[in-house]
């Protein structure tokens, strides 16, 4: 039996201030460097406001976990939020 290899798709867009990220597939040890990148690079550009939606998320490990956490840490740093979203909120 083969290994299926699982993608990790990541989108963002500015709505009304506020940067949405659009995260698809699974959060693991293999992707989350992925999405840590995203949002190291979304703070190092001044986004302090933002909001990961994990609707289309099937899986999310310890490590991605880690990753949402250290991305809290960081806009938190600037007096910013970041919100976790598992369902659809008009974003």
Do not use: C
Not at 25 to 44: F, K
Not at 48 to 72: A, H, I, M, P, R
Not at 79 to 88: E, P
């Amino acid at each position: 039996m083969a290994l299926e290899e699982v993608d990790l798709k990541l989108g963002h867009y500015d709505k009304d201030g506020i940067e949405v990220i659009d995260v698809q597939g699974e959060i693991d040890i293999y992707t989350a460097p992925r999405l840590r990148e995203l949002l190291i690079d979304l703070v190092s550009k001044g986004n302090y406001q933002l909001v990961v939606n994990l609707e289309k998320v099937g899986f999310l490990d310890s490590t991605g976990l880690g990753v949402l956490v250290g991305g809290l840490r960081r806009v938190r740093a600037h007096d910013g939020s970041l919100i976790w979203s598992a369902r659809s909120s008009g974003y």
